[in-house]
């Protein structure tokens, strides 16, 4: 996949190396493990949305990062398995981030952004997030609200977000806005054919489609 290469100006050192939850010295090959970096590139879950994934890799070794978690509030964890090689304290590594699922979870982020703007147009002002869900293949934002939207408020919705969308694109990288475009009007002709077969949705609207960078 697509990688974004780590950006420090030096290759990050390996501080600690967990193995179900206890320090170890190394890992072997197989080895499932966490990975606690002086520097990293990767973004660690926060907020509902998702840790990034990708690749340590050293001289002889290769760690295949499947989450990235915040430990004790500051320390990135790289969880996931060393597929090739002998991992140390103190190994000199470089970090590729999959920068094809970072800019889905980008995209999905920037999304609840339209959708609480939206919601509260349509709703009012006392509509406030509740919780939220971001990956790569969907997101859900949580909002109260004190009944089920009808069919009209849920056209209204779709609307508002194009709208939002349409000035926020204007500030995004072509490539960028015009996907995100495309998703949201797919979205609004599919969340209207769902509405209309079932009269109205839940006070949690979840919604599938397809930063770090933010979290707020």
Known sequence: PDAIAVSAPQEPEVLAILRE??????LAAGEIGTVILD???FYAESGGQ???TGELDGVDTRFAVQDTLKLAGQFH???GILQSGVLRRGDLLHGSVNGERRQAVIRNHSATHLMHLALRKVLG???QQKGSLVDSQ?????????K???EAEIEQLNEAMILDAGFSLRHLHVRTALQLLHQLVTRSHRRGAESAGSGGVDKKTILAHHQPGSTG
């Open 39 to 41: 520097t990293t590139p």
């Open 138 to 146: 969907r997101l859900r934002f949580d909002f109260s609200h004190p």
């Open 77 to 79: 964890g790289h969880a």
């Open 148 to 150: 089920p939207m009808d």
């Open 21 to 26: 939850g206890s320090p170890v010295q190394a």
């Open 50 to 52: 998702v840790g990034d």
């Open 125 to 127: 002002d006392h509509v």
